[in-house]
């Protein structure tokens, strides 16, 4: 803090906070339910990926985690921020539906020509939808057959069908449904008021927007809003509405520079960041990380420019990250019992340290080890 009482900071300290408050180092005491809880949910497009993310923030994670917390109705499977699955508690998980739903996406002429439905044709599905999955869990099959059977709803099943989901998305968003327990290889759908003990029901957007910003500034600070609402929506919200939920918090937040870059931070962590000590370090963290998708690959201070092609890929896929003192140096891949590290710019793998890594990358994996390779 400098002596007009701003706090500035350097980006080694924000990646070194972030790292401890996002459990990347030191691994922490928790559970699938409290990783997902720091980070504002995982990432559950892949399970996988979503087991990777949870066991390496753990001390003694093991695959199969985040699958018994679904399982247990600790956590909720739906869609939310960008629209993709996450795993989430259900506090943040309403609160992430709440602000996804304000964006009203459904209702802008783009979505309407792309889905072929209209705003009342969502409203309808809400409604119907709500019914039929009332106190059953059904296979996206078996639901489908059930919407459809009624003759408004026929034009709608090529993308009812759809394993994007795109039209099932704003039906999450307003509560109406969830995933279910998995069968084998099958997706079902619950109502999630049904699905999970003490469901709290889609709160206002005012309320919602009080709970999920500051949980996401407590692990991605600082931030401004327009960082947030691209972790959110990319972007799909007014402007000023973001900045008003930002400015409904008052002195909750304190702004922050960091090398020239402003932001928020929560007051309550403010002296903590600035008293935070670089680190050195290495750590490998799985693909489709909130560690990165939390910031965005686009944060430059983060991941370089010309770099993030390497990690933002093809069709969506997010690579797995190898983090030199919190700011992502390069990728890795496993195949069999090998772990293949390319590092940007041609800098030297850090071997010992990416081997001491690899065990953790092993036990998360479900692997009794992993050799270390540098391309």
Known sequence: MDAGGAVRVSWDQVFAWRMRRQFVLPRGDVDAVGVAERLCGVQAQVTSAAETAVALRCTAGETGSVVRALADRKLVKTWAMRGTLHALTPELGVAALSLMGSARTWEKPAWTR????????????????????DGTVLTREELVAAIVAEPRFHPLEAHLRSGWGSMLKPLAWQGALCHGPAQGNRVTFANPAHLIPEWPGIPDPDDAAAVLIPAYLGVYGPATPDIFDTWLTRNFLRKATVRRWFSNLGDRLTEVEVEGRSGFILTEHADELAATKPVASVNLLGPFDQYVLGPGTGDTALLPAEHRSKVSRAAGWISPLVLVNGRIAGTWESSGEGLAVSMFDGVPAPMAKLKREAQHVARALGQAGLTVTSG
Do not use: H, M, N, S
């Open 114 to 133: 792309a889905a072929g439905a209209t705003p009342e044709d969502v409203a309808a599905l809400v409604k119907a939808v709500g019914e039929i999955l």
